[in-house]
């Protein structure tokens, strides 16, 4: 009898890791696919404080849990941490957008190198 309460608890184990699992990789791929995420990449890529710093930005990546979006109609908000590699350094990159009237703005940003940290956008 035992065995098969082991199994039972077995099964529903998997079960929730498989969930876990799912629910991760789709809000991965919709966050790192969102317009928010492209309006952050758009900043970042046009960033002349982070090509000083990094150089040439070679590879940009969404961090595995670096994201957090919320959007209902023309509203929104959105957190993203970014890993970047430039021809010089590699980094972190920092950005937290606003949605208003359907448009994505980035309202603070920063870069994260060397264990310092440095100001992309001063926020009013």
């Known amino acids: 009898m035992s065995n098969k309460k082991h199994r039972r608890i077995s099964k529903y184990f998997l079960l929730g890791v498989v969930i876990t699992a799912v629910t991760y990789f789709a809000g991965y791929y919709f966050s790192s696919t969102s317009e928010a995420f492209g309006a952050a990449k ?11 710093e990094v150089g040439e930005i070679t590879e940009m990546r969404l961090s595995p849990f670096g994201y957090e979006l919320e959007s209902t109609g023309d509203q929104g908000s959105a957190e993203f941490e970014c890993r970047i590699t430039g021809t010089a350094k590699s980094g972190k990159v920092y950005v937290t957008l606003k949605k208003n009237s359907a448009a994505w703005r980035v309202i603070q940003a920063k870069l994260q190198i060397d264990k310092s940290e440095i100001p992309l956008i001063q926020t009013p």
């Open 42 to 52: 758009d900043f970042i890529l046009q960033s002349a404080i982070i090509q000083k």
